[in-house]
Every structure is written in structure tokens, then in C-alpha cells.
């Protein structure tokens, strides 16, 4: 049972995501404020960690708010006018795979997948099915949303399955191994 396919508009969308936080990622300047953000921090403290020009800041600042990798919110001062801080916004994995069935990139960020990267880098079918769970939350039509959780339950089932079929194989090879 194979996953329903994505109309073009929608793999188009996804790759102009991907693309998106890829070239943001493969910039220094995004790189060093990502790390400079592992706690949250108002303008003036980047500028003077970073010593970037507060507009060159500005412009890694706006890609980074734009592939959703960082955001802002507003901190009242006691004294003098509230801050806007910047932090970090969730955290992603990213898994590519290249193989003779093409290119695809998992952009995971739950933290039960980042735990299991070594699983969904061996059976790309799972990073799949949990890419997509990643996404459902995002469909706002609610009808739309529960045939979409129902093929992915079906499909979770079917991988059930055959885990289940390759763990007896395997126990029955250590069982062969163990009678020899």
C-alpha cells in the first residue's frame, strides 16, 4: 500500500520549503545566529555577540523568521521600551536520502523522531509516514484532515505489519544460527 500521491502544487509548495531552510542553512551568517540564539536574545545583545552590522543582522533575522526557524516575541522592561527577543522556534531534524528512487528530504521535528533518526534512516517508509503526521496538524478543512489521519493509520498499520513478518524472519535466522 503505497502513500497517496501529492498533486504538483503541493510537491512544489514542499520543495520551496525545503529549499528555503536548506539555503538558509547553508549560510555562515544564519549558521552563527542559530547558535548564537541557544537562548533567546533582544537585538542589541546579537548585534554586539554576532559583531554584524545591525543591517546584515536584519537580513539573516528576516530569513530565519520567514522558514520558521526562529521568531520573536515582545518583553516589557521596567524600565524603557519593551524588546523584542528572538529565540530558536522548534527543532528539526532533517533526513535526505538519496537513492535510484530519487531524492527526498524528511524534515522531521518531533522530539520521539529526532530520537529515532538511525530507524528512519533504514526504513525510509517510517520517515515518510512521520513527516506526513508532521503535517496534519496544518490542514484546516477538518474532513480533509480525518481522511488524511485515517490513510495514515492504515498505512501504520501495513509497516506494522511487515516489521512484524521481518522480526519473526529474523528470529527464525538466530534460531538456524543457534542450531548450527
Given at each position: 500500500?503505497?502513500?497517496p500521491?501529492?498533486?504538483?502544487?503541493?510537491l512544489?509548495?514542499?520543495l520551496?520549503?525545503?529549499?528555503?531552510l536548506?539555503?538558509?542553512?547553508?549560510?555562515?551568517?544564519c549558521?552563527?545566529i542559530?547558535?548564537?540564539l541557544?537562548e533567546?536574545?533582544?537585538w542589541?545583545q546579537?548585534?554586539?555577540?554576532?559583531d554584524?552590522?545591525?543591517w546584515?543582522?536584519?537580513?539573516?533575522?528576516?530569513?530565519?523568521?520567514?522558514?520558521?526557524?526562529?521568531d520573536s516575541?515582545?518583553?516589557p522592561m521596567?524600565?524603557?521600551p519593551?524588546?523584542?527577543?528572538?529565540q530558536?522556534?522548534?527543532?528539526?531534524?532533517?533526513?535526505?536520502?538519496?537513492?535510484?528512487k530519487?531524492?527526498?528530504v524528511?524534515?522531521l521535528?518531533?522530539?520521539?523522531?529526532?530520537?529515532?533518526?538511525?530507524?528512519?534512516?533504514k526504513?525510509p517508509?517510517i520517515?515518510e509516514?512521520?513527516?506526513?503526521?508532521?503535517?496534519?496538524?496544518?490542514?484546516?478543512?477538518?474532513?480533509?484532515?480525518?481522511k488524511?489521519?485515517?490513510?495514515?493509520?492504515?498505512?501504520?498499520e501495513h509497516?506494522?505489519?511487515?516489521?512484524?513478518?521481518a522480526?519473526?524472519f529474523?528470529?527464525?535466522?538466530?534460531?538456524?544460527?543457534?542450531?548450527?
Amino acid at each position: 500500500m503505497g502513500a497517496p500521491r501529492m498533486t504538483s502544487r503541493e510537491l512544489e509548495k514542499e520543495l520551496e520549503d525545503i529549499i528555503g531552510l536548506l539555503k538558509a542553512l547553508s549560510g555562515r551568517n544564519c549558521l552563527k545566529i542559530l547558535q548564537a540564539l541557544s537562548e533567546p536574545k533582544y537585538w542589541s545583545q546579537l548585534i554586539e555577540e554576532l559583531d554584524m552590522h545591525r543591517w546584515v543582522l536584519k537580513k539573516y533575522i528576516d530569513k530565519l523568521l520567514q522558514c520558521g526557524l526562529i521568531d520573536s516575541f515582545i518583553k516589557p522592561m521596567k524600565r524603557g521600551p519593551p524588546r523584542r527577543y528572538f529565540q530558536i522556534s522548534r527543532s528539526i531534524t532533517l533526513l535526505l536520502e538519496i537513492s535510484p528512487k530519487g531524492i527526498h528530504v524528511y524534515q522531521l521535528s518531533s522530539p520521539y523522531i529526532e530520537k529515532n533518526v538511525e530507524i528512519l534512516s533504514k526504513y525510509p517508509s517510517i520517515g515518510e509516514l512521520a513527516s506526513r503526521i508532521e503535517k496534519v496538524h496544518q490542514i484546516s478543512d477538518p474532513i480533509t484532515r480525518e481522511k488524511l489521519k485515517e490513510q495514515l493509520r492504515k498505512q501504520i498499520e501495513h509497516e506494522l505489519s511487515l516489521l512484524e513478518s521481518a522480526i519473526d524472519f529474523i528470529h527464525k535466522l538466530l534460531k538456524k544460527l543457534k542450531e548450527q
